[in-house]
């Protein structure tokens, strides 16, 4: 067998889809999806992604891009590198990290961000990481479906579909400023989000909900989904409005409107310090079923 590695074509996603769900079965984006992100990458990012195959068959991947949501200057991030269990230890998760870090040193990277599962820990030190921040990724069986909660008197639960996405972006890029991270999220700028969020195939805007006040949009809960599955890939409140319930009060609707039109399991990921949405997430039944390090390393 030989293995090969080169720089991902849009054929490629079914390949990835079915790798990551083998390695991951957690991280929910489908096959459309993941054929935009390499035909049409986020813009300003310096996207680049690898494959790695074994006599024609997809068998690693992993992408690098600069981190252009942080005001933090120079980083760079290398986004779910793996390789098929059985094809492991024979090189190709070195040589996808190799094309990676060359990339990121081309486009100015300073600081390198990535995570891994804690059994890749060794192979994250030995390539010059340092273990950060832990990850936590969690499930929830939609059956039954959680229930409607009734909305608290001057509060509005909408559809996203029913919503002008620029006052979304508003509502995402002020309630993610202090998400708790390696680095800050607090430079979220419209064009990017409108790429990878708005006009992403797998964003559910019927599932995806709103809390509306006074006529703003204060909390929110955003649904990818792939067939059955979903993924919460942003729940949050804006500052000064939090302490009413909004978070898990949008987060329950976006589960009951998802759970009625057929999904069956939901994911979602936490960062270790991020408590309320632990909290949140444990009261409405989720379950542990994975962590992952965040690993920082910085490029001389």
Not at 90 to 96: C, D, I, K, N, S
Request: with cysteine.
């Amino acid at each position: 067998m030989t293995d090969l590695i080169r720089s991902a074509r849009p054929e490629d996603a079914p390949g990835v889809v079915a790798l990551r769900a083998l390695v991951f079965p957690y991280l929910v984006r489908g096959v459309e999806s993941t054929r935009r992100m390499i035909a049409q990458p986020p813009p300003g990012e310096d996207w680049a992604a690898w494959v790695v195959e074994t006599d024609g068959r997809l068998v690693g991947w992993a992408s690098a891009y600069r981190n252009t949501q942080t005001s933090t200057a120079g980083v760079g991030e290398i986004s779910t590198l793996h390789v098929h269990p059985a094809h492991r230890g024979r090189g190709a998760g070195t040589a996808l990290f190799d094309a990676a870090l060359a990339h990121l040193r081309q486009i100015g990277a300073t600081r390198v961000l990535t995570h891994c599962r804690a059994e890749s820990l060794p192979f994250a030190q030995r390539h010059g990481f340092t273990p950060s921040r832990e990850l936590r990724y969690s499930a929830l069986d939609l059956r039954p479906a959680p229930p409607m909660p009734e909305p608290p008197p001057g509060v509005r639960l909408l559809p996203a579909a029913e919503v002008d996405p620029r006052r979304i972006h508003r509502a995402d890029a002020e309630s993610s400023r202090d998400e708790p991270g390696d680095v800050p999220t607090d430079v979220l700028g419209y064009d990017l989000w409108q790429h990878e969020v708005w006009h992403n195939p797998g964003l559910d805007r019927q599932a995806s909900t709103v809390a509306e006040v006074a006529g703003e949009v204060v909390a929110l809960s955003l649904v990818k989904r792939d067939g059955d599955r979903m993924w919460s890939d942003f729940t949050g409140t804006v500052p000064e409005h939090r302490g009413r319930g909004l978070a898990r009060l949008t987060k329950q609707v976006a589960l009951h409107r998802a759970a009625a039109t057929g999904v069956r399991t939901a994911y979602t990921s936490n960062d270790e310090a991020n408590g309320p949405m632990l909290a949140i997430n444990a009261r409405l039944g989720y379950r542990p079923v994975d962590s992952q390090w965040s690993c920082r390393r910085t490029l001389s």
